[in-house]
């Protein structure tokens, strides 16, 4: 099973130069609680957060429409995963970098959906590894879930 099986293909993306309170309009029209931030090619340069969001509004005593995504660039590298990658490479990316959700891209790097955890395990079935085994399994989605979820 590949991460175009099971991603969500509609995504929406801001610019470093999107508002806080734009972002967070974006997520409640697209019911959706990340967001990539992406360059003038459509590649992604970081992701925002609804938690994000909260914590910049409560710590930095402005409002939203004053916060710009580019406030939540970091130097770190950001984790994504091809659209043609087997879902159980995407869920050790997802394990290693501790995130819920991963822009999916292209060759270009350009985005073309995401892959949440809410994705992975409506998807798993019932099932463990080795012989006959589903192409995704609940121990395949129930592994990732408790590394992503582990106490930092």
């Not at 990340?34 to 090619?41: A, G």
């Not at 087997?86 to 790097?109: F, K, Y």
């Not at 409506?122 to 106490?151: N, W």
Request: net charge negative; aromatic share 2%; glycine share 6%.
């Amino acid at each position: 099973m590949n991460v175009r099986d099971i991603m969500a293909k509609t995504v929406s993306c801001c610019s470093p130069q999107d508002d806080l309170e734009s972002v967070a309009l974006q997520m409640m029209d697209n019911d959706c609680g990340s967001i990539p931030i992406t360059n003038e090619h459509g590649q992604p340069i970081g992701m925002i957060t609804d938690r994000d969001i909260a914590i910049a509004a409560a710590a930095r005593h402005k409002a939203l429409w004053q916060l710009m995504a580019q406030d939540f660039l970091t130097d770190m590298p950001i984790s994504v995963c091809s659209v043609d990658e087997d879902i159980r490479s995407a869920l050790a990316t997802m394990q290693h970098a501790r995130v819920h959700r991963l822009p999916v891209v292209n060759g270009q790097g350009e985005v073309l959906g995401m892959l949440s955890m809410d994705d992975v395990v409506s998807c798993a079935e019932r099932g463990v590894r080795g012989l006959g085994a589903p192409e995704l399994s609940y121990d395949d989605a129930l592994m990732a879930l408790k590394a992503i979820c582990k106490h930092h």
